[in-house]
Protein backbone atom coordinates (compact mmCIF):
# COMPACT_ATOMS: atom_id res chain seq x y z
CA UNK A 1 0.00 0.00 0.00
CA UNK A 2 1.03 3.27 -1.14
CA UNK A 3 2.52 5.12 1.78
CA UNK A 4 0.54 8.74 2.06
CA UNK A 5 2.44 11.98 1.41
CA UNK A 6 3.25 14.72 3.48
CA UNK A 7 3.09 18.47 2.26
CA UNK A 8 6.19 20.22 2.07
CA UNK A 9 5.02 23.03 3.66
CA UNK A 10 3.55 20.95 6.28
CA UNK A 11 7.18 19.40 7.02
CA UNK A 12 8.58 22.83 7.54
CA UNK A 13 5.73 23.67 10.34
CA UNK A 14 6.86 20.15 12.01
CA UNK A 15 10.62 21.16 12.33
CA UNK A 16 9.44 25.06 13.07
CA UNK A 17 7.31 23.79 15.98
CA UNK A 18 9.83 21.19 17.20
CA UNK A 19 12.72 24.29 17.53
CA UNK A 20 9.84 26.69 19.26
CA UNK A 21 9.55 23.66 21.76
CA UNK A 22 13.65 23.13 22.12
CA UNK A 23 13.35 27.14 22.21
CA UNK A 24 10.76 27.09 25.41
CA UNK A 25 12.60 24.65 27.03
CA UNK A 26 15.80 25.70 26.65
CA UNK A 27 17.74 28.67 28.66
CA UNK A 28 17.68 32.05 27.05
CA UNK A 29 20.41 32.52 24.28
CA UNK A 30 21.25 29.08 24.48
CA UNK A 31 21.94 26.48 21.12
CA UNK A 32 19.29 23.79 20.69
CA UNK A 33 20.11 20.42 19.39
CA UNK A 34 17.16 19.15 17.01
CA UNK A 35 17.10 15.21 16.02
CA UNK A 36 18.47 13.81 12.62
CA UNK A 37 14.90 12.41 11.99
CA UNK A 38 11.14 12.75 13.77
CA UNK A 39 9.03 9.65 13.74
CA UNK A 40 6.27 10.97 11.95
CA UNK A 41 4.13 8.64 9.18
CA UNK A 42 5.63 8.81 6.79
CA UNK A 43 9.51 9.60 8.58
CA UNK A 44 10.65 13.13 8.60
CA UNK A 45 14.29 11.51 7.62
CA UNK A 46 17.85 12.85 8.09
CA UNK A 47 17.34 14.76 4.53
CA UNK A 48 14.43 16.28 4.67
CA UNK A 49 15.96 17.69 8.50
CA UNK A 50 19.05 18.92 6.41
CA UNK A 51 17.20 20.75 3.37
CA UNK A 52 14.34 22.34 6.01
CA UNK A 53 17.11 23.75 7.99
CA UNK A 54 19.20 24.61 5.53
CA UNK A 55 15.74 26.35 3.95
CA UNK A 56 15.72 28.25 7.05
CA UNK A 57 19.01 29.58 7.56
CA UNK A 58 20.03 30.29 3.72
CA UNK A 59 16.88 31.49 2.21
CA UNK A 60 14.34 32.57 5.35
CA UNK A 61 17.75 33.77 6.94
CA UNK A 62 16.11 32.61 10.48
CA UNK A 63 18.44 30.00 12.40
CA UNK A 64 21.95 29.55 12.29
CA UNK A 65 23.65 25.79 12.24
CA UNK A 66 26.48 25.50 14.22
CA UNK A 67 26.78 21.93 13.80
CA UNK A 68 25.27 19.07 11.35
CA UNK A 69 25.05 15.41 12.10
CA UNK A 70 28.75 13.59 11.35
CA UNK A 71 30.72 17.47 12.59
CA UNK A 72 33.11 17.09 15.47
CA UNK A 73 30.99 17.73 18.44
CA UNK A 74 32.45 21.45 19.79
CA UNK A 75 31.10 20.19 23.24
CA UNK A 76 34.23 17.98 23.59
CA UNK A 77 36.08 21.03 22.35
CA UNK A 78 39.31 21.13 24.92
CA UNK A 79 38.23 17.93 26.24
CA UNK A 80 41.15 14.72 27.15
CA UNK A 81 39.68 12.27 25.01
CA UNK A 82 40.93 9.14 23.24
CA UNK A 83 38.71 10.00 20.14
CA UNK A 84 37.04 12.83 18.74
CA UNK A 85 33.00 12.07 19.07
CA UNK A 86 30.92 13.11 16.11
CA UNK A 87 27.63 14.96 16.52
CA UNK A 88 24.77 12.70 15.95
CA UNK A 89 21.86 16.15 16.22
CA UNK A 90 22.04 19.55 14.61
CA UNK A 91 23.06 22.89 17.22
CA UNK A 92 21.32 26.04 15.84
CA UNK A 93 20.33 29.22 17.64
CA UNK A 94 16.99 30.66 16.20
CA UNK A 95 17.14 34.81 15.56
CA UNK A 96 14.43 36.95 16.72
CA UNK A 97 12.71 37.11 13.39
CA UNK A 98 12.08 33.30 14.18
CA UNK A 99 9.17 33.18 16.71
CA UNK A 100 6.96 35.67 13.81
CA UNK A 101 7.67 33.32 10.82
CA UNK A 102 6.57 30.29 13.10
CA UNK A 103 3.04 32.33 14.08
CA UNK A 104 2.60 33.16 10.59
CA UNK A 105 3.47 29.71 9.44
CA UNK A 106 0.57 28.13 12.23
CA UNK A 107 -1.94 30.87 11.15
CA UNK A 108 -1.07 30.06 7.36
CA UNK A 109 -1.50 26.36 8.03
CA UNK A 110 -4.71 26.40 10.51
CA UNK A 111 -6.64 28.85 8.22
CA UNK A 112 -5.56 25.72 5.08
CA UNK A 113 -7.03 22.99 7.44
CA UNK A 114 -3.64 20.89 6.32
CA UNK A 115 -3.99 17.59 8.00
CA UNK A 116 -1.58 17.07 10.70
CA UNK A 117 -0.13 14.01 13.22
CA UNK A 118 0.05 10.50 11.45
CA UNK A 119 2.77 8.37 13.61
CA UNK A 120 4.52 5.64 13.50
CA UNK A 121 3.22 3.76 16.76
CA UNK A 122 -0.03 2.16 17.10
CA UNK A 123 -1.06 5.01 19.66
CA UNK A 124 -1.33 8.59 20.21
CA UNK A 125 -1.31 10.04 23.58
CA UNK A 126 -1.21 13.43 25.72
CA UNK A 127 1.03 14.35 28.24
CA UNK A 128 1.20 16.88 30.70
CA UNK A 129 4.38 18.58 32.04
CA UNK A 130 3.67 20.40 35.47
CA UNK A 131 7.15 22.14 35.23
CA UNK A 132 6.82 23.73 31.66
CA UNK A 133 3.02 23.45 32.01
CA UNK A 134 3.30 22.00 28.56
CA UNK A 135 0.50 19.95 26.95
CA UNK A 136 2.03 17.66 24.69
CA UNK A 137 0.75 15.14 22.24
CA UNK A 138 3.08 12.11 21.69
CA UNK A 139 5.57 13.83 23.86
CA UNK A 140 6.84 16.11 20.93
CA UNK A 141 3.87 18.63 19.74
CA UNK A 142 2.93 21.01 21.86
CA UNK A 143 -0.84 21.53 22.58
CA UNK A 144 -0.77 24.47 24.94
CA UNK A 145 1.11 26.09 28.20
CA UNK A 146 -1.47 27.32 30.43
CA UNK A 147 -0.75 29.94 32.62
CA UNK A 148 0.07 28.90 36.25
CA UNK A 149 -2.77 28.68 38.46
CA UNK A 150 -5.24 30.02 36.24
CA UNK A 151 -8.54 28.22 35.20
CA UNK A 152 -7.12 26.13 32.35
CA UNK A 153 -4.46 25.36 34.51
CA UNK A 154 -6.12 24.41 37.41
CA UNK A 155 -8.78 22.08 35.04
CA UNK A 156 -6.19 20.56 33.24
CA UNK A 157 -4.00 19.54 35.93
CA UNK A 158 -7.24 17.50 37.44
CA UNK A 159 -8.04 15.66 34.36
CA UNK A 160 -4.51 14.79 34.10
CA UNK A 161 -4.23 13.07 37.89
CA UNK A 162 -7.53 11.61 37.20
CA UNK A 163 -7.81 10.02 33.83
CA UNK A 164 -10.48 7.80 32.28
CA UNK A 165 -12.94 8.00 34.42
CA UNK A 166 -16.16 10.39 34.73
CA UNK A 167 -15.33 13.41 36.33
CA UNK A 168 -18.57 16.03 37.35
CA UNK A 169 -18.53 19.86 37.16
CA UNK A 170 -19.48 18.99 40.87
CA UNK A 171 -16.55 17.39 41.75
CA UNK A 172 -14.23 20.29 40.20
CA UNK A 173 -16.26 22.68 42.24
CA UNK A 174 -15.79 21.02 45.49
CA UNK A 175 -11.86 20.01 44.75
CA UNK A 176 -10.45 22.87 42.81
CA UNK A 177 -9.38 26.04 44.89
CA UNK A 178 -12.29 27.95 42.89
CA UNK A 179 -15.21 26.98 41.26
CA UNK A 180 -14.93 26.77 37.56
CA UNK A 181 -16.61 30.09 35.71
CA UNK A 182 -16.14 28.96 31.85
CA UNK A 183 -18.00 25.73 30.82
CA UNK A 184 -15.85 22.93 30.54
CA UNK A 185 -16.00 22.80 26.41
CA UNK A 186 -14.60 26.74 26.24
CA UNK A 187 -11.83 25.74 28.67
CA UNK A 188 -10.89 22.49 26.22
CA UNK A 189 -11.17 25.36 23.47
CA UNK A 190 -8.91 27.69 25.31
CA UNK A 191 -6.57 24.89 25.47
CA UNK A 192 -6.61 23.83 21.69
CA UNK A 193 -8.33 21.18 21.79
CA UNK A 194 -11.04 21.79 19.47
CA UNK A 195 -13.25 19.26 16.89
CA UNK A 196 -11.25 16.49 16.17
CA UNK A 197 -8.98 16.56 18.61
CA UNK A 198 -11.00 17.51 21.22
CA UNK A 199 -13.06 14.10 20.46
CA UNK A 200 -10.29 11.93 20.20
CA UNK A 201 -9.01 12.56 23.81
CA UNK A 202 -11.96 13.81 25.90
CA UNK A 203 -16.00 13.19 26.19
CA UNK A 204 -17.31 16.12 27.45
CA UNK A 205 -21.12 17.38 28.40
CA UNK A 206 -22.38 20.54 30.25
CA UNK A 207 -22.08 18.63 33.31
CA UNK A 208 -19.31 16.07 33.02
CA UNK A 209 -15.71 15.50 31.20
CA UNK A 210 -13.58 11.90 30.82
CA UNK A 211 -10.12 12.13 29.65
CA UNK A 212 -8.53 9.19 27.92
CA UNK A 213 -5.04 10.69 27.68
CA UNK A 214 -3.81 7.16 25.47
CA UNK A 215 -5.95 6.51 22.22
CA UNK A 216 -5.22 3.23 19.61
CA UNK A 217 -4.64 4.68 15.74
CA UNK A 218 -6.92 1.67 15.45
CA UNK A 219 -9.98 2.70 17.54
CA UNK A 220 -8.98 6.72 16.30
CA UNK A 221 -9.72 5.12 12.81
CA UNK A 222 -12.42 3.81 13.29
CA UNK A 223 -14.42 6.90 15.07
CA UNK A 224 -13.02 8.79 12.08
CA UNK A 225 -10.86 10.94 13.93
CA UNK A 226 -7.20 10.31 12.57
CA UNK A 227 -5.21 11.22 11.19
CA UNK A 228 -5.27 14.00 13.58
CA UNK A 229 -5.01 18.21 13.67
CA UNK A 230 -3.00 20.07 15.59
CA UNK A 231 -4.27 23.43 16.10
CA UNK A 232 -1.77 27.03 16.64
CA UNK A 233 0.14 26.85 19.82
CA UNK A 234 -0.12 29.54 22.23
CA UNK A 235 -0.17 30.39 25.92
CA UNK A 236 -3.10 30.34 27.36
CA UNK A 237 -4.75 32.43 30.82
Known amino acids: MPQ ?9 AYVVQLIEQKI ?24 DMRAILSKLETDEKLIIVHERPGDFSSEF ?11 T ?11 A ?3 KLRASLQTNQE ?4 TLTEQVSIRFDDLSRHILLNDCFLIAQPAYDSENYRFFEYVWKHPDRLITLEEFNQNLEEPLKKP ?51 KTD
Open 184 to 234: IAKILENLNFRGPLKDAFFQVSKTSVLFTPVRTVEALTAAGLYPLRLFSTQ
Open 24 to 47: ALSPKGSKIRIPQSVALEPPLMAG
Open 89 to 99: AFLLTPNAKFS
Open 101 to 103: YAK
Open 115 to 118: PLIQ
Open 77 to 87: QGMLTLARIRS
Open 4 to 12: PLIDPIVKI
